[in-house]
């Protein structure tokens, strides 16, 4: 069975958080982070309006991708605070083994109100989805890049025990028109069991 979101038992929770499926009615509640210039500089898309907001999120299969964090907050009701995209795909492979480098790998991005920054519930929320990829899904590699400006996203990264293991020089081109250099950051399935253990 190829590895899927679908499979998990949704919500997971951790010691503060609750996890689960991203669904067209967070829509609002993501924009409301999201269009903050501070979030904004870093993720992949940053439309200008609520209703290019929209269509982007709506965007075919998009959606399916972005695990929702819920916070609960002290009258009871939970808050949604940050996601996490979770992207299955493929490792690369010689032609006569390429079967085996199906499905193998997750790529992670993710974007958090920054009016929950400095509470470690990024690294709460990461952990957990990456748990979620080695020990429920059976991944073998846990990949994620950014921007070598983005300080918060290098220092998650580490936090969380992945490794760099790439710095490119002026390859990525930030929509302020400017090449900027980036990091790849990766861990294996081996060294999460190390690390746990």
């Known amino acids: 069975m190829t590895p899927s979101l679908e499979q998990i038992q949704w919500p997971v929770r951790t010691e503060r958080l609750r996890l689960r499926r991203l669904t067209e009615q967070d829509l609002e509640a993501t924009w409301s982070y999201r269009k903050l210039p501070e979030v904004t500089q870093w993720i992949t898309a940053g439309p200008h309006d609520f209703e290019t907001y929209r269509e982007q999120f709506l965007e075919s299969g998009k959606i ?39 499905s193998v790998e997750a790529e992670l991005g993710w974007s958090f109100d920054p009016q929950f920054a400095g509470q470690g519930y990024a690294s709460e929320a990461v952990l957990k989805v990456m748990e979620i990829c080695f020990e429920d899904l059976g991944l073998r590699r846990v990949v994620a890049e950014c921007f070598a400006a983005n300080k918060p996203s290098v220092k998650l990264m580490e936090r969380v025990g992945m490794r760099r293991e790439a710095s490119e020089k002026a390859n990525s081109l930030h929509r302020s028109g400017a090449w900027m250099d980036s990091y790849a950051y990766a861990l294996l399935a081996d060294e999460w069991s190390a690390h746990r253990g």
Do not use: H, N, S
């Open 64 to 102: 399916d991708l972005d695990v929702a964090v819920e916070l609960q907050t002290p009258d009871g009701q939970l808050r949604l605070i940050g996601t996490v995209m979770v992207y299955i795909k493929d490792a690369w492979g010689q032609r006569e083994i390429v079967e085996q480098t199906k």
